[in-house]
Each structure stands twice: as C-alpha cells, then as structure tokens.
C-alpha cells in the first residue's frame, strides 16, 4: 500500500522529526558541522563586501528614469540577498554531497522500515564521494546558464524589474531540484529522467522547494534545514512513489 502524501511544509516537518531520532543524529552532525564553519566564513566575508557590491550592481539610471532609483535600490538588495542565498547553498551543498547522499539513503531505509538504526560506515561513505560530487557539478552546470541569463536581466534597466521576482521562481524550482536529486541518485536516475519526475509533479515540487526556500533563507535556521530538506525530500520521494519510475523505465 502506497503511503500518503503530503504537502511542501509536511514533507520539511517530516524530514525535520526524522534528523532529530538518534539512530540519524550522526549523519546530521557531520555535514551540519561543516556548513556551520562555511556560512560563518563567508557572512563574514559577505558583510564586509556587501554595501561595495550592492553598489556596484546598481546600474546608471538616465535622468528622466532617476525617480526609479528608490524602486530599484530595494530590489537590488533583494537581488544581492538571493545571489549570496544561491552561492552559499551550492557551496555547502557541494562540500556537504556525499554526507547528504548518505543521509538521503539512511533515511529512505528508516521511511520504508528496513533499518531503525542504520550503522555509519566510513568506506560506504568514502565510497559516494565522486558520484555524488559527480552529480553536484551536473547541477552547478544546470544552474549556472540560468542563473546567468537572469543577472543580465537584472542589470538592463527597466527589465531588472521583474528580476526579483524570476530569481524567487527560479529559486523554489532550485530547492526541488537540490534535495530531490539525493534519493533519486541512490537510485542511480538520470538526470534528464530526475527532471522529468520533477515536471510532472510540479505543483508538489514547487510546494516542498517554496517552504525549503523560505526556510533555508532565515539565518542560523538554515543551518539546520539543510539536513531535515535532504530527509524531507527523500520522504517526497517515498510517498510520491519515485521508485515506481524506475520500474517503467526498466520495462
């Protein structure tokens, strides 16, 4: 019997129960370390170049569009937040791959009740790292072209406009990608069939990658949510019955 689904903010819930039992604290603890030390050396980094970046970004107004400076101003503020949002979560992510590929499979044994205390294994996990790390490129080069389409956008005065808003999309869509591609990795499905999965169950997607977004963006909180998105995700995968697709593709 299928278990049922739930929305966005459940499966984060449910991801964020499952990283506090103890059998799971481990592999938490290791990755939420390192993302710990990373985000603190780049806020510090961040602070220090955020008003010469934000400045630096804002581009030359003609006269007659001067009044649009208040309107634009707090729109590249926002712009700068999202980039540094988007360049600290790929990093860590990045860092963090073969931990959250672990989690992702240690999680799925607790959901479909095969392991109540999965043992770590330092080789098992040394094992993932260039499949994983792998996979994470495939995402830096999804994401890049995009990400680089939208900053031009965002420099042409008029249409950076609606820049912020693109970015926002852009970003709920990201936050699917990012943590669904752990459980569908362990899997071992293609990136093209991962897509696809997502497609064709978007509004759930983008309900799970709209609360992951809004909770990774609060700082300190997203420290932790990056462990409970991963888990979170791979009881999306689970209850939206992923596998089931691996079973058409082999027939």
Known sequence: MPLQSLSG????????KLILRPGLRLFVLLPLTINLLLF?????????????????????????????????????????LLILFFSFTLLANLIAAPFNGFLAEKVEAVVRGQDTSPPFSWGELLAMIPRTLGRELRKLAYFLPRALGLLVLSLIPGVNLVAAPLWLLFGVWMMAVQYIDYPADNHKLGWDEML??????????????????????????????????????????????GAALLTQAAR
Do not use: C, H
């Open 196 to 241: 696809a999965w997502l497609r064709a169950k978007r509004w759930q997607s983008m309900g799970f990658g709209a609360v992951t977004y809004a909770a990774l963006l609060v700082p300190g909180l997203n420290i932790l949510l990056m462990p409970a998105a991963v888990a979170g995700a791979t009881v999306f995968w689970v209850r939206e019955d």
């Open 40 to 80: 603190i050396a780049l806020i510090v980094l961040a602070v220090g170049e955020f008003e010469g970046w934000v400045a630096s970004l804002m581009p030359g107004l003609p006269q007659w569009l001067s009044f649009l400076e208040y309107l634009l101003w707090p729109l590249f503020v926002v712009l700068v």
């Open 9 to 16: 903010p459940g499966y984060l819930a449910a991801g964020l």
